[in-house]
Every structure is written in structure tokens, then in C-alpha cells.
């Protein structure tokens, strides 16, 4: 049984979808042009890697991903990053069951 690594929240990205977990990053990342990758995206992709490993954790995988996206200009504005929730139900560890 795979486990999803979930986001406490997730990020919107202006073309159009929201990034809700860990996989769904990487997911995301892979897609991108690879004319327009670079230090910051490397740093994202290692995070997620390292977030699905266990050696870093799922919000610090989040966060490279949200610098990546604001770094990009794809981050959706008006949305306060810091603060945003949304309440999931979550089994032991914050994996989604």
C-alpha cells in the first residue's frame, strides 16, 4: 500500500491546478520545460525526492516547491501561503490512508 505525503496545504499554481502532495509535486516538476530549469527547480526536485525518502520533512519539501513556483511566477497571488489550512484527514504521521 502506497502512502500519499500530503501538504498541510496546498499551493495553487497559475496553470491551473493546486499541488497537494509530495507526488503531485514531483509530478509537476518533471513536466516543467527543461529550457526553463535551474538551481531553484534542482533544489525542489531534490526536496521532494528527499521528503519521499524521509530525510527531510513534508513541509520543507512544500516550501522549496512554493519558492520554485513563486521564483517561476506561476505561484497564484492573493493567497497567504504562511496561513493557508485546509482541514484532511489524516492516519498516523500525517499520511493520507
Known amino acids: ?10 499551493v495553487a499554481v497559475s496553470v491551473g491546478c493546486e499541488i497537494d502532495s509530495i507526488s503531485e509535486a514531483r509530478e509537476f516538476l518533471m513536466d516543467w520545460t527543461p529550457s526553463r530549469r535551474g538551481k531553484i527547480y534542482d533544489a525542489a526536485v531534490k526536496a521532494c525526492d528527499y521528503a519521499e525518502a524521509g530525510y527531510v520533512t513534508t513541509e520543507q519539501a512544500r516550501q522549496a516547491f512554493l519558492t520554485f513556483a513563486e521564483n517561476a511566477g506561476i505561484l497564484c497571488s492573493g ?6 489550512a485546509r482541514a484532511v484527514t489524516r492516519s498516523y504521521g500525517g499520511f493520507a490512508a
Open 1 to 10: 500500500m502506497t502512502r500519499v505525503k500530503l501538504f498541510r496545504a496546498p
Open 79 to 84: 493567497i497567504d501561503y504562511g496561513m493557508a
